[in-house]
């Protein structure tokens, strides 16, 4: 029996990963201030599904160093999540953002490095620390950006470029974790990821804009394209990320300390115009919207390339956006009289 904390463990990635581990047999412990809309949803969903192996400690990773040393003792992994996710709101509360953010992961990394057991370190960083991407070519097609010159998507050698006060906070954190393993001889992996969705994902206008355009469609609220609606992303489908984690674990020996781009890669990606479309004419969802500024650092195209990792481990996703997209739906309708509190 192994043992696995998870800070941010009541949130969208957190109660997917959770699943999975618990359904491995992994002891799993939670974390959580509990801070974001729907986690007590998550929660009540695995704790109905599991009647052994979850604990769930409430907590602040910013105050509570005490309860993290203790966890991180009993540890054989910790999958680090809790974050502030939004970008607009770390323009808004910079503070906030950098407590959670930089300060926060340090305390897990402090915990760490003081523990007797010295647990592996997975953190969830992001692609926002390429920042803006002002170096690579762009070409703009009718209903979405693509890349000049043949690139397929983006390496982990591009040049780190945070912007925004979560780019600089995550990025940071980032940073320190590779440190840490450098000079602490911590076991650590960083997994810059995109755009991750799936079940249980309770988007907002700000975070999570795949649920957030079904949501706002199930709800009859409107939504606001920021910028031409050209702009690309990959989507990676939580069981794929949480497949990832899985298969970093399995191979620590080896790619300790490295840090790995993860997202759907060149294969599912989608314009915010093209994801209107498919929902209009694959799901008969009509998206009430309309277009607002561009919002600063927003890149115009991102795609992962996912070799490295996936030759570092033999991972690869097995969702394509087609299938990924109608789970998501499927959970969003099952579940629609629980976020009605939340959406209406
Ligand atoms: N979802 C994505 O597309 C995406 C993309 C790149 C990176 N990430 C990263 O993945 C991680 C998980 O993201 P998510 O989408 O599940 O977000 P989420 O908001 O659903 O989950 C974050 C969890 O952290 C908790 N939390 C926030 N502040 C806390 C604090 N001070 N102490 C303890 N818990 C706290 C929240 O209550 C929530 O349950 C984050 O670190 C995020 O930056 C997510």
Redo the contacts with the bound molecule.
Sequence with gaps: MSNMLI????????VNAADHFLGQGWEVTI??????K??DI?LAFLEGKYQSGLEVVR????TDQDTLNFLCNDADVVL??????AVTTSVTDPREDF???AF?TFNVLEAIRQSAAKPTLIY?????VYGGLESVGVDEGERRYSFADGLRGVTEDMLLDFHSPYGCS?GAADQYVRDYSRLYDMKTVVL??????GPH??GIED??WVAWFMIATLFNRPVTIYGNGKQVRDLLYVDDLVAAYDSCIKNIDTISGQVFNMGGGSDNTLSLIEFLDFLKNDLQMNVEYSFGGVRPGDQPIFVSDNSKFMQATGWSPKFDTTKGIANLLEWLKENQGDLQQFYS
């Design positions: 800070t941010g463990g009541a949130g969208f990635i957190g974390f959580d201030n509990f801070s974001r729907g986690t998550n907590g602040d990773i910013r680090h999540l809790a974050a502030q996710v407590e959670i953010n926060g969830a960083s992001t692609n926002k995550k810059r990821q995109s755009c991750i969705y994902q309770m975070q999570g």
